[in-house]
């Protein structure tokens, strides 16, 4: 096998090339995960496919024009409001509350275990060792 003839510093060195390809790997994850990437790659996939999303989206009108208008209709009802006359609300008629935590109540102290039975059978109990008795000595 190859590995058996290679010295110390050939693994050593091979290792820091695999730390080193993982840690820019990790960077890599990092990227694409973080929240810039992940808009990146969005507006980047609307770029590429923005025409067949419209085109999608607009088919899908065209066959459900029912669904499409209630929905339309719930989002004008969304942003214009159902109620008319009323006044926007606002924070102030809103107040935040005040977070107090409930109070710690202490807890019971734990009832006192029962006997347990011993389990030994009968022959090999000895009725007058006590508590007291040390079998070390």
Same mark, same amino acid.
């Given at each position: ?52 999303? /419209? ?58 275990? /029962? ?23």
């Amino acid at each position: 096998m190859p590995n058996e003839t290679r010295s110390t510093s050939e693994i050593e060195h091979a290792i820091e090339e695999n730390r080193a390809a993982l840690t820019a790997d990790l960077e890599i994850l990092q990227e694409k995960l973080s929240l810039d990437g992940i808009i990146r790659q969005a507006t980047g996939q609307l770029r590429e496919h923005g025409g067949e999303i /419209a085109n999608s989206f607009s088919a899908g009108l065209r066959e459900n024009p029912m669904a499409a208008t209630m929905i339309a209709v719930g989002i004008g009802w969304m942003i214009f409001g159902g109620r008319k006359g009323a006044p926007a609300s606002t924070s102030a008629d809103h107040p935040v509350p005040e977070f107090r935590p409930a109070p710690i109540e202490p807890r019971p102290a734990p009832a006192a275990a /029962a006997p347990r039975p011993d389990p030994s059978p009968e022959w090999a109990r000895d009725d007058n060792w006590g508590a007291n008795d040390d079998w070390r000595h």
